[in-house]
Structure formats: structure tokens, C-alpha cells
């Protein structure tokens, strides 16, 4: 038989073995997706390359079609010819070394096109061993066509000189991306969709996964709260059926008012769970009314003293506001103010100090809150307006709540149009200062609804 200890044991042994399978799959993902990735890239390099292949090969076979023409057309020595003869003279064109530079430029423009290759380029003839360009299609890139490798010789027509035809590509770089760009475009949409798919689920699970530990523990610390009372209205009505109780007023008195303040605080703690609901689903009702904020610190603080005395504490008043006055629901106000005191003393783990404070800032009336308690942390102070979040103590009890004190108080205050601010560090205490303007009513009759976000 297990025992109730014996269960506990086994509860972080589970929650360990589904962490790790977690990390197991997350990273077994992980690693698939990079592998995803890397073959990608692996794959677009290779289509790059091999555009840049095609494209040196159809630079290729059109540079060989032009030396091919040319041979062809070398006994061609006619006016329109591309070659000319030793007693020919073409006053309109331009020849260098025989040959017609007017009739070369519209062959290669024509053998190039044959094979998909569209300008800019630069072409020309030169002398490697020289390094002189005899004819460059457009002057200052002499330098970048002896450079080229796109090159062909010109034996077959200058036997004597080491020549070479020429030509060299601006844009290079770029053509064999440009092929393939919206294929570039597609695959690198997709595998940022795919990574943001697993980054996203990632934090979904981890989001879900904190949520649900929230929920858990809010029902832990609503069957502690409930299980105490009903206990001792349970121990205290075994008592009133016992005779010997019965025949003695005090003890009957003493037991009924163990049962009557045990309900009452049943009832607390139910109506805190109902504020939840209300809060989300928007029917809380706010009743607004001029409200002198200092009376009601005073009727507040007079109340609470008598809570933190229990701890030798006290509640100090320094109430500096010359305007204190807002059109507020006095009701909710009350609760605000009781929350954060009551925050304040369950956070002060030794004797409490205290401080409620008043004054006018920017036409706001700001209440302070201020204890020497055990703190908040950075990481905790982001959370700690959100629903049923509190700062995590383990299965410890020490602190009662359900985490739903500061997050109606939040609510409640951006009702009021009103803002709140937490100045916190741990182990130097908390200060809570909430902002309520002075003007919130505009012409006179406008408010802000409560269940606006």
C-alpha cells in the first residue's frame, strides 16, 4: 500500500522522465531540422555551381561559334566582308590587323544570343604575352578582359601571333543566382517557416506547460485553504453533538462562533474564486462615486492593525496628497488597497513595517504601498499581475493565496483608468504605487468600461 509520502516520492521521479523525454524529442527535432537545413544549403550550393557551369559552357561554345564564323569568312575580303586585303581600304570602318571590327561586333552579338547570353559584356581581342588589348568593345575594362578566363584563341586566323578573343561579364556574379532567385526566394520561405513552426511549438509546449503547472498549483492552494475551515467546522459540530458540550453555554457559544467565523471564511474564499469569472467574463459592476481616498486609507488602515499586530507589526500613514479626491467605485478601491497591505504583511516573514502613502503627481493622485519585506525578484516581477501566478515555494504553505489578489488588482485599477507599478528587490522589500487620475471622468459622464483589455 502506498502511503501518502510514498506518492510524493514518486510525483518528481514522473515529472523528471517526461522533462527528459521533452529534451529528447526537442532535441532529436532539433538535430533533424538543422540536418534539414544544411542539406538545403548543400543542395543550393551545388544549383549554383552548376549554373555557373552551364553558363561558362554556352560562354564557350559561343566564343568557339565566332572563331568557327570568322575562320569561314576569313577569305571574305568584300567591303561588307569581315576581313580585308592588303590593298583594300574601308574608310568606315574600323580594321585592326585585317580584321572588320564593324562586321565582328554583329556576329558575336548573333552567336551569343543563339545561346541565351544577353549583354552587358565587354569583348575584344589581345595578346596575352603583351598584355595589351588590340580592340576592347568598350574602353577602361582593358584589365578586366585580359583578366577574364573566358577565352579563345585565335591561332587558326593569326598564326603568328598569340592571340585571343575575349570577353568578360560585369554581372557574373549575379547570373547564376539570378536563375534560380524565386527558387532561392521559395526554399528559404519555407525553412523559415519551418523554423519558426518549431521555435513556435517549442514555446507553445513550454508556455502550456507553465500554464498548467499555474493551474495545478492554484488547486493545491484552494484545497489547503478549503481543507483547513471545513476541518475545524467538522472537529468544532463533532463537538456541539457531544452532551457534555451541550450542557455548557460557554463551550456551545465558543464552538458555534468556531463554526460561524470558520463559514464566514469559506465564504471569503469562494468569493475570491468568483472574482476570477467575473473578472474575465466583464459583468463585474463598478459604481462610481466621489471617493476621499484619504478617509478611506484611514477606515482601511484602522481595520488592517489589528491583522498585522498578530505579528508585532505596524502599518505607518503618510498621507502628503493636497488633491484626494477621484470618482472611483469605493468598494473595489477598499479591496485594492486591502490586497496590497494584505500582500505586504504575508510577505514580511519577520515583525511587519508597513508604509501607505499619498501625493499628487502630474494630475494623478498616486497611493504608495510600501513594506521591508522579502522582495520580488526581476524574473518573478514581470509575472506577477498575470492569473493564479505566484512566486513558486515549492509545496510549502506558508503563504496563503490563490495568485489572484495582484491580478485583480491590476484589473481593477486599469478600470479606474488608473496604472500601478511595482519597485521591488529581493530581500529589501516591495514598494506597489497605483495612479489614479483626478480628471477620469471627461465631460462628465464618460468612463472606461471595465471589461476592456
Known sequence: MLTRATYSNLLPNF?????TTFLIIVSITGLALAGIILIQFYWIRNAVLLQEEQFNSRVRLALKGTVNQMYENKSD???????????????NSLIINGLNMDALK?????????????????????????????????????????KTEHTVSLSCIYKNDHMLLGVWFPDERNRAFQNIFWWLLLCFALLTILVFGFIFNIYSYLRQKKISEMKTDFVNNITHEFKTPIATISLASEMLLNPLVLASETKTRKYAGIIYDENIRLKNQVDHVLQLTQLDNGTFNLRFSIVDMHQLVYKVVDSFQLIVK?????????????NHQVYADSMHIENIIVNLLDNANKYSPGIPDITISTYNRNDHLVVSVEDKGIGISI??????????????TGNLHDVKGFGLGLYYVKRLVNAHNGDIHLHSEPGKGSR????FPLDFLSNGSQKKQFYES
Open 310 to 322: 498578530e505579528k508585532q507589526g505596524s502599518v505607518k500613514m503618510q498621507l502628503a496628497a493636497t
Open 432 to 435: 506597489f504605487e497605483i495612479s
Open 106 to 146: 554583329p556576329l558575336i552579338h548573333t552567336e551569343f544570343s543563339e545561346v541565351g547570353l544577353q549583354g552587358p559584356y565587354v569583348y575584344g581581342i589581345y595578346n596575352p604575352e603583351a598584355q595589351k588589348a588590340e580592340f576592347i568593345s568598350k574602353t577602361g575594362y582593358d584589365a578586366q578582359l585580359i
Open 379 to 392: 524574473k518573478n516581477q514581470k509575472n506577477i499581475f498575470r492569473k493564479m501566478y505566484r512566486v513558486h
Open 77 to 91: 575580303t568584300c567591303d561588307a566582308g569581315l576581313f580585308c586585303s592588303s590593298n583594300c581600304s574601308r574608310s
Open 15 to 19: 515529472g523528471t522522465v517526461k522533462k
